[in-house]
T-cell receptor, first 109, second 113 residues
Framework: AQRVTQPEKLLSVFKGAPVELKCNYS??????LFWYVQYSRQRLQLLLR??SRESIKGFTADLNKGETSFHLKKPFAQEEDSAMYYC???????????FGSGTKLNVKP | NAGVMQNPRHLVRRRGQEARLRCSPM?????VYWYRQLPEEGLKFMVY????????ESGMPKERFSAEFPKEGPSILRIQQVVRGDSAAYFC???????????FGQGTRLTVV
């Protein structure tokens, strides 16, 4: 069965500290993986996807097929990064997205 | 492009009433997904529709829930005879053809009293 696990419900870091939001998945085929972000009072929006290999707002995520992980990282957190972050997985035909339960990132000044 | 529009944003229903949630996809998008988010939980897939077709409804409860995406007009998620356990945030997302990255609406928060 497909599953996305985000083990941390809440992650608090100080401004300027590195941050890593964990995501592990189980999937029998070749998944496509995404990170979505939801800022306060805003809609869920795409942050990045693994196939594009981009860095968005300083965030990167590497797909590790051996460890079945897709952790989101940023070397220096900013206060404006405070938000809910969701890891998501879909299959090749985008029939459905499977979401993790989300991690709330709180960046303290 | 106004983005995915959901209405109402908040909906209060008494037990036994019907709830209708609307979703207008982004212009040019012909694929719609509905998700439910219970408190303290992640988004759970409910149904995937294309215009006039239900492609995957494996996440829909077998009773009381239905969804449609007519040729004209918004997609509708309908919940009949609502119960307290239906209280949740319901999110709609749309994507262009061929299906790809999903763009989300702001959600409808349903409260059953």
């Amino acid at each position: 069965a497909q599953r996305v696990t985000q083990p941390e419900k809440l992650l608090s870091v100080f401004k300027g500290a590195p941050v890593e939001l964990k995501c592990n998945y189980s999937y029998s085929g070749s998944p496509e993986l995404f990170w979505y972000v939801q800022y306060s009072r805003q809609r869920l929006q795409l942050l990045l996807r693994h196939i594009s290999r981009e860095s968005i707002k300083g965030f990167t995520a590497d797909l590790n097929k051996g460890e079945t992980s897709f952790h989101l990282k940023k070397p220096f957190a900013q206060e404006e990064d405070s938000a809910m972050y969701y890891c998501a997985l879909t299959q090749y035909n985008f029939n459905k997205f499977y979401f993790g339960s989300g991690t709330k990132l709180n960046v303290k000044p | 492009n106004a983005g995915v529009m959901q209405n109402p944003r908040h909906l209060v229903r008494r037990r036994g009433q019907e709830a209708r949630l609307r979703c207008s996809p982004m212009k040019g998008h012909s694929h719609v997904y509905w998700y439910r988010q219970l408190p303290e939980e992640g988004l759970k897939f409910m149904v995937y529709l294309q215009k006039e077709n239900i492609i995957d409804e494996s996440g829909m409860p077998k009773e009381r829930f239905s969804a449609e995406f007519p040729k004209e007009g918004p997609s509708i998620l309908r919940i009949q005879q609502v119960v307290r356990g239906d209280s949740a945030a319901y999110f709609c997302a749309s994507s262009p053809p061929p299906p790809g990255v999903a763009f989300f609406g702001q959600g409808t928060r349903l409260t059953v009293v």
